[in-house]
């Protein structure tokens, strides 16, 4: 099965998983937490900002900002492409659009989707990229208004008591919406969430296309702490690469939905943006990218290394 169904069964089997609990009272999948019994996992950003809502400390809440941020510096932005349920609701987006046939060099991530044919896509094409996702990268947005909306959130929380960007989290209302239904379908209860939840939802994800890359404070937190995540990045290997045997290829840079480009790393995204979801991989005609857990040196950095050392001498 290739990554890019896993990116949808993997997401679907998370929110299964929260609503079984959620129905056997095991205590996983509340409203803003996962976890089990008196143990639970929270939003590390949902975590700041409620702390900073009720200007206290909360243990819990420092605990799981703590494992978060490690498991950011292990894994990258790996939570934006296998678990975040907000992917799959902005597939609506394209779920009656003609599809583009196989082979073709038009990106066709889950995250990236600007409107076939719109003037957004036509001005990005001009200066060789490929899709809305490429905002992410300096050349199209010189500041990141993930920032500015990760800022406001902690200081709208602390302005006004409560976290409030928590109201409209898509991740969050994702699992709500599972939850709504749970109740609707098993005990009758009919209340305003069954219908404002999916309207909220579809507006988001749907209207607001650029959600991912201009928007999410969570990714934008996720991008801060990846700087420091030299775990499960893609490596190349020379003799397989089409392009480094002087071939005509670009693959792995126009499927990449945040705008890397595996093969130039200088051209694209920083490596900070990697969502880790493998479409690179699956794209290399090659089959040139691997996605090793631990930083190794590729075999392409180490002939690019001797061919400079020759130069040099």
């Known amino acids: ?11 679907l089997a998370v929110l299964a998983f929260a609503g079984v609990g959620y129905v056997v009272h095991t205590g996983f999948g509340s409203l803003s937490a996962i976890g089990w019994g008196s143990v639970s996992l929270l939003c590390p950003v949902g975590a ?32 934006c492409a296998w678990v975040c349920p907000a992917p799959l609701v902005s597939k609506l987006r394209t779920a009656f659009k003609k599809q583009d046939a196989p082979g073709l060099s038009k990106p066709t991530g889950i995250v990236a989707g600007a409107d076939e044919g719109s003037e957004e896509e036509k001005a990005d094409s001009e ?23 990760l800022g406001g959130t902690l200081l709208s929380a602390a302005v006004f008591g409560f976290p409030v960007f928590c109201l409209i989290c898509p991740i ?7 939850f709504v239904l749970i109740n609707l379908f098993g005990a009758g209860d009919v209340t305003w969430s069954v219908v404002a939840i999916p309207v909220v939802l579809v507006v ?14 969570i990714s934008a937190l996720m991008s801060l702490v990846s700087k420091f995540n030299k775990t499960f990045r893609p490596k190349i290997d020379a003799n397989r690469c089409i392009e480094s045997r002087g071939g005509e290829c670009g693959r792995c840079a126009q499927v990449c939905e945040v705008a890397i480009d595996p093969r130039h790393p200088e051209r694209g995204a920083d490596w900070s943006e990697c969502i880790k979801c493998c479409a690179c ?12 857990a631990l930083p190794l040196r590729s075999k392409m950095e180490d002939n690019e290394g001797v061919l400079q050392g020759e130069r040099e001498q």
């Open 281 to 292: 991989v699956d794209a290399c005609p090659g089959k040139a990218i691997t996605m090793p």
């Open 48 to 79: 700041l900002a409620t702390m900073l809502a009720s200007k206290t400390v909360i243990p819990r809440a420092v605990i799981s900002i703590v494992i978060a941020l490690v498991a950011i510096v292990v894994f990258g932005r790996a939570f």
């Open 1 to 11: 099965m290739k990554s890019r169904h896993l990116r949808v069964v993997i997401p």
């Open 127 to 149: 200066h060789g990229c490929g899709s809305e996702s490429c905002a992410a990268c300096s050349k199209c947005r010189p500041s990141d208004s993930r920032y500015f909306i």
């Open 172 to 178: 969050g209302l994702s699992f709500a919406l599972v």
């Open 204 to 217: 988001e994800m749907v209207f607001f296309r650029k959600w991912c890359s201009h928007i999410c404070p």
